[in-house]
């Protein structure tokens, strides 16, 4: 187990309260969701457990590890309630019962509002990632949903930091709970930091560009502080030659979705985000952070350069600062307790060079999981006779209306021809290869 499961699961299985500080990476969702089916009663077929989640990503991240702890058990339904995504197929599935419903606090305050969610026999409560419901603004729909459970539960509250406004709600909403607090599975002793000094957002954007000159990341994520300047970096960031995306809460779902699939899938090398839009991102093996502005909170930086490094593997973290932002960084001195050192940006001859470009492009086809299409289809598609070997052919995403394979670069092409001109399954489906 790791350290918050051994420290909270016998708390939890004992039927207490339980408010757990810990940081993404930690296993936090296994405790919870061992904790969920070991007290489910399958005979029952009413929602016996509710997971409010930030967002949709973090949301479907919890379901599939809770189906997945769930697979020794027969007949567990695990639903999943989030914006986004259309309402009258969400409210048909709760007609044919559920015990454990998942979602985003506004779905599911919609749902109960118009009497589709019913919550009478609810026995435990969790609120994951806490901290960023709140800043999210979501006190109010929490309160509301939370109004609508019974009062005899289980309230379980996850949040990587402790803020006085998640100690005001824990006070409201939970009994004599237990506090558990561990450290995340990363080690920052594996995070290698670098700070660097800048004068304006001009010389800001330079750095950047030198930084991912000089290290070559192939999958990085830039944290910025507000929704206009993840477009205005990403956009620079193009402008420059790179494959960098902007992901933040303006995004349709669909135009998310695509973005997360070409990061995933390494045909977008940058990705660049704001912490509430970069919450509850499911993204393994991520080369490089960087901190366009230093974060505001030190557990906010902590959390942002926890996303490299991870399951033993070295990471790297670049934070750029203005004369303004010293003392964040000094904050951050502090609570860390290691000395940090302003270094030399690398040499502005590394601008003359072209910018990188990632190994992998994205195919899509518009068919998926409604059309039966699984992935072993679109694989047997592309290596038939006269097509591309597998390691050709990197990850495959399927949604319900389209689906996303990954093809290397250099024989994209190929692949595209492939598909436009044979068959999935024995039919032909509309391909087309996702511009950069």
Known sequence: MTPIQALS???????????SQSKTGSGKTAAFGLALLEKLDLKQFSVQSLVLCPTRELADQVAKEIRRLARALHNTKVLTLCGGMPFGPQASSLEHGAHIVVGTPGRIEEHLRKGKLVLDNLKTLVLDEADRMLEMGFQEVLDTIIEQTPKQRQTLLFSAT???????????????????????????TVIEQHFYQVEDDADRNT?????????????????????????????????????????????????????????ANKSISILVGTDVAARGLDIAELDAVINYHIARDPEVHLHRIGRTGRAGNRGIAFSLYSDREHYRVRVIEDYSGRDIENETLPPLQLLDMPAFRPAMATLQIDAGRKRKVRPGDILGALTGENGLTGKDVGKIHVFDNFAYVAVKRAVVNIGLKKLKNGKIKGRSFRVRKISN
Do not use: W
Request: negative net charge.
């Open 9 to 19: 699961l016998p708390s939890i299985l004992a039927g207490k309260d339980v408010i």
């Open 162 to 188: 402790f803020p006085e406004k998640i100690q005001s709600v824990a006070k409201r909403i939970m009994l004599n709970p237990e506090m558990v607090k561990a450290d995340s599975m990363h080690d920052d």
């Open 207 to 263: 750095a950047l560009v030198l930084l991912l000159m000089k290290y070559h990341p192939q999958s990085t994520l830039v944290f910025c502080n507000t929704r206009r300047e993840t477009e205005e970096v990403a956009r620079a960031l193009r402008d420059t030659g790179f494959s960098a995306l902007a992901i933040h809460g303006d995004l349709d779902q669909q135009e998310r979705d695509l973005t997360l699939v070409r990061f």
